[in-house]
């Protein structure tokens, strides 16, 4: 690994892009300091430059670089859970990219607990703006053939890491203003968030577009998918006719069904396990050739939310 490392450095320092495997999903990487290797990130993603990118770093000793200023709270956050999945949206030091900010005063920033994405950042020494390495609006990628599958030869290098263990982008907390606000959730809940900073947070509910991820239609696979409760999905099954066939279910109430047409996938009980398979799942069947992909709802508890969010998100379709 450490020759791919040495590698993926050089790429960047070249103005080129890595996919880089975190413990939430992949990242499409690049210098977070020159704007035409940023450019390339957008172009790749084909995603809206308005869109702000995360700064990954190895430590924290390297964030007065990009931000301004970390208020106590953010600081108590960092030391509880960096390095790992948890964003923080601070104030912006002067010399950000605008690219990586969206013209926002504020910088979202992340250190990751992977051992390789600390390994590159380590010998790459600075910054790595890194986006879920997935085409706009499409499945974050958990394993390196996905984000071939996602991006083919646009990525210089793809180191591979193996499947990402939480399986969901990270918690993002705004932590640029007077109080904390969450705009995404993820597997660090707000309840962890807040026996560290010792204040309610709000959740942020409206769409905000400079948030991709809070799009409604984001993290969709191609196939019609839809997230019914538990009694919708047994009438579902009790009006199922051979118009809906073959059609995917992913079910957390175990079912016995004989019909070569149905294709079960039992997901895990466990939120953990459950968002550590998820995206691997719904690309996997996203890939064959069903009708429709059927999701049994997850509860409704704080440590489902962040899969409930993008449950809610796959199956999303504008009127
Ligand atoms: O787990 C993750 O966060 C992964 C891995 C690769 O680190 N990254 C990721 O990046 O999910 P991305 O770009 O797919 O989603 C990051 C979200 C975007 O919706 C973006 O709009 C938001 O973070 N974001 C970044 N900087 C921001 C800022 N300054 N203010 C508000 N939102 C920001
Ligand atoms: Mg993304």
């Given at each position: 690994m450490n020759s791919l490392i040495n590698q993926a450095t050089l790429i960047l320092k070249r103005g080129g892009l890595i996919a880089m495997p975190t413990e939430t999903v992949y990242g499409l990487g690049a210098d977070a300091k020159n704007p035409d290797a940023l450019r390339k990130i957008f172009q790749a993603k084909q995603r809206p430059t308005d869109h702000p990118l995360i700064v990954h770093l190895a430590d924290i000793s390297q964030l007065s670089e990009w931000v301004r200023a970390i208020s106590p709270s953010a600081q108590r956050l960092a030391e509880a859970f960096w390095p790992g999945p948890l964003t923080l949206i601070l104030p912006k030091a002067a010399q950000v990219s605008d690219l990586v900010t969206g013209c926002q005063q504020t910088v979202g920033v992340r250190i990751p607990r992977h051992p390789i994405a600390q390994a590159l950042l380590r010998s790459f020494g600075s910054g790595i703006a890194a986006p879920s390495a997935n085409r706009f609006g499409r499945i974050s990628p958990t394993t390196a053939a996905a984000v071939y599958e996602e991006l083919g030869d646009t990525v210089d290098l793809i180191l591979d890491g193996?499947?990402?263990?939480?399986g969901v982008e990270s918690t993002i907390v705004d932590v640029s203003g007077k109080y904390p606000v969450i705009l995404r959730p993820g597997m660090i809940t707000s309840t962890q968030i807040e026996a560290v900073i010792h204040q309610t947070l709000v959740t942020q509910k409206r769409n905000v577009p400079r948030v991709s991820g809070s799009l409604e239609a984001h993290y969709a696979p191609a196939t019609y998918t839809q997230l019914l409760s538990t009694e919708e999905f047994s009438h579902f099954l009790e009006t199922?006719?051979?118009?809906?066939?073959p059609v995917a279910l992913m079910i957390r109430t175990p079912l016995t069904l004989k019909n070569k047409k149905i294709t079960c996938i039992a997901m895990s009980a466990d939120p953990e396990l459950y968002a550590h398979d998820l995206y691997q799942t719904l690309r996997a069947l996203d890939n064959r050739e069903f009708k429709r992909i059927v999701i049994e709802d997850v509860p409704q508890s704080e440590r489902w939310q962040a899969i409930r969010d993008r449950l809610l998100k796959a199956s999303f379709r504008p009127l």
């Amino acid at each position: 690994m450490n020759s791919l490392i040495n590698q993926a450095t050089l790429i960047l320092k070249r103005g080129g892009l890595i996919a880089m495997p975190t413990e939430t999903v992949y990242g499409l990487g690049a210098d977070a300091k020159n704007p035409d290797a940023l450019r390339k990130i957008f172009q790749a993603k084909q995603r809206p430059t308005d869109h702000p990118l995360i700064v990954h770093l190895a430590d924290i000793s390297q964030l007065s670089e990009w931000v301004r200023a970390i208020s106590p709270s953010a600081q108590r956050l960092a030391e509880a859970f960096w390095p790992g999945p948890l964003t923080l949206i601070l104030p912006k030091a002067a010399q950000v990219s605008d690219l990586v900010t969206g013209c926002q005063q504020t910088v979202g920033v992340r250190i990751p607990r992977h051992p390789i994405a600390q390994a590159l950042l380590r010998s790459f020494g600075s910054g790595i703006a890194a986006p879920s390495a997935n085409r706009f609006g499409r499945i974050s990628p958990t394993t390196a053939a996905a984000v071939y599958e996602e991006l083919g030869d646009t990525v210089d290098l793809i180191l591979d890491g193996g499947i990402c263990v939480v399986g969901v982008e990270s918690t993002i907390v705004d932590v640029s203003g007077k109080y904390p606000v969450i705009l995404r959730p993820g597997m660090i809940t707000s309840t962890q968030i807040e026996a560290v900073i010792h204040q309610t947070l709000v959740t942020q509910k409206r769409n905000v577009p400079r948030v991709s991820g809070s799009l409604e239609a984001h993290y969709a696979p191609a196939t019609y998918t839809q997230l019914l409760s538990t009694e919708e999905f047994s009438h579902f099954l009790e009006t199922l006719t051979e118009g809906d066939l073959p059609v995917a279910l992913m079910i957390r109430t175990p079912l016995t069904l004989k019909n070569k047409k149905i294709t079960c996938i039992a997901m895990s009980a466990d939120p953990e396990l459950y968002a550590h398979d998820l995206y691997q799942t719904l690309r996997a069947l996203d890939n064959r050739e069903f009708k429709r992909i059927v999701i049994e709802d997850v509860p409704q508890s704080e440590r489902w939310q962040a899969i409930r969010d993008r449950l809610l998100k796959a199956s999303f379709r504008p009127l």
